[in-house]
Each structure stands twice: as C-alpha cells, then as structure tokens.
C-alpha cells in the first residue's frame, strides 16, 4: 500500500532550462572568421600609386563592397585593409596607424580612408578634383549619372561643405534648374532623402 501511494504521488516539476536555439541564419563575425571569409572573396592588393592617379579610390571601392558582403565591425575592416597592403602601402600604414590611434583610439573606417587619402593622392590632383567638385552640375546628363560622379568626387570636397545639410545643398543646387526648383521648396537637409527625390523626376 505505501509502494502504490508512493507510484501515485505527484512528481516534482523539474524544468529544464536549455539555452534558446540558435537563429538559422547566425553568423560567427569573430575577426578569424571574418579574415577567412575575406580571403576567400580574393580581394585586390594595394602598393603605391600607379599611372592611374585614381587607383587609391578604385582599391577603396572595391574594399567597401567585400565589406558589405561580410557586415563586418570598423576594426574588422581595418585589420582586413591593413592585410591587403603591400611594399610602400605596406610601410605608410605601420607608421600612420599608431599616429592615428593617438587621436583616434578607435579608429574608424572613415578615418582610415581620410588618412589612406591624405597619404596617396597628390596634392595637386586633390586640388583638381576639389575644383571639379565645387563646379560639378548635372548638365545634360541622367540624375543617376550625376550622382554618381557627385559620389566619386566627394571626398575632395572642402571641409565646409562635408556635412549632410551643404552636401544636400550642393547637390541639389547642382541639378537642372528646372528640378533644382521644384527639390529647393521642399527645403530638404538630408543628402539621402535629395537624391531619392531627385531621381523621381522624369526629367532627369
């Protein structure tokens, strides 16, 4: 009698408690994995300027889209960038990082590509392309078009206009008139919301 009332006595409630199951689409972004997925997209190489001044931009463009595909951290980005120099490139990064962590402890991509920049154009060429920059208008060509070589020339820009609010400005003032007019009522801040609005405009 005791066995039976103990068989149909209640039992405790244990719970378990088992770690939630991992999302099927995780990925390990440790900075080890992150440099093995980067070196299998065989990214391209940088060592100098060669004859074509724009290289050092070319390299960066082509940087940035490996670093979409991996959504990877500022300092991932680095340590992958500073991977793919080589030679002179190679020797400019090893002096320039520890100057810039001095008054970037943190640096971030932006402030590589500023330095990288600084570093591999020439002044002259910079001065150039700043000069093309402030007189950049959309002419005849496609909104898209003329955002494009908006985007490509931006990084000569003069400090004043490196905000959100003039590179807006400059943009917009740099489109035909007849769809300057119509985006300048609206009286858009944001670089972003100017392009998306300007390429509405069939006339573009």
Same mark, same amino acid.
């Given at each position: ?29 440790? =900075? ?9 997209? @065989?990214?391209?190489?940088? %060592?100098?300027? %060669? ?14 889209? #490996? ?5 990877? #951290? /500022? $300092? @991932?980005?680095?340590?992958?960038? +500073? &991977?793919?120099?080589? /030679? ?6 090893? %002096? =320039?990082?520890?100057? *810039?962590?001095? #008054?970037?402890?943190?640096? #971030? ?10 570093? &591999?154009?020439?002044?002259? &060429?910079? /001065?150039?392309?700043? $000069?093309?920059?402030?007189?950049? =208008? ?5 909104? *898209? ?8 020339? &931006? ?5 004043? *206009? ?11 003032? +740099? ?11 609206? /009286?858009?801040? %944001?670089?972003?919301?100017?392009? @998306?609005? $300007?390429?509405?405009?069939?006339? +573009?």
């Amino acid at each position: 009698m005791a066995a039976m009332k103990q068989r149909g006595a209640p039992q405790p409630n244990y719970v378990l408690n088992f770690p939630p199951p991992m999302p099927l689409n995780a990925r390990d972004n440790s =900075t080890s994995k992150v440099m093995e997925r980067f070196k299998k997209l @065989q990214p391209s190489l940088f %060592s100098n300027i %060669s004859s074509n001044p724009l290289q050092p931009k070319r390299w960066i463009c082509a940087m940035e889209r #490996t670093f979409e595909v991996l959504e990877c #951290t /500022d $300092a @991932q980005k680095l340590i992958c960038a +500073g &991977f793919q120099l080589q /030679d002179e490139a190679a020797a400019w990064w090893k %002096s =320039t990082k520890p100057n *810039l962590e001095v #008054t970037h402890p943190n640096p #971030t991509w932006e402030q590589f590509k500023e330095a990288f920049f600084r570093n &591999f154009f020439p002044e002259s &060429f910079r /001065d150039e392309k700043e $000069a093309e920059y402030v007189a950049l =208008t959309q002419g005849s060509r496609l909104v *898209l078009d003329y955002q494009q070589q908006f985007k490509d020339l &931006f990084h000569f820009a003069p400090e004043y *206009l490196r905000n959100d609010a003039w590179k807006s400005k400059k943009f917009e003032k +740099g489109l035909k008139p007849e769809i300057s007019d119509m985006l300048a009522i609206l /009286d858009i801040q %944001s670089y972003a919301q100017m392009v @998306q609005k $300007a390429k509405l405009w069939k006339i +573009g």
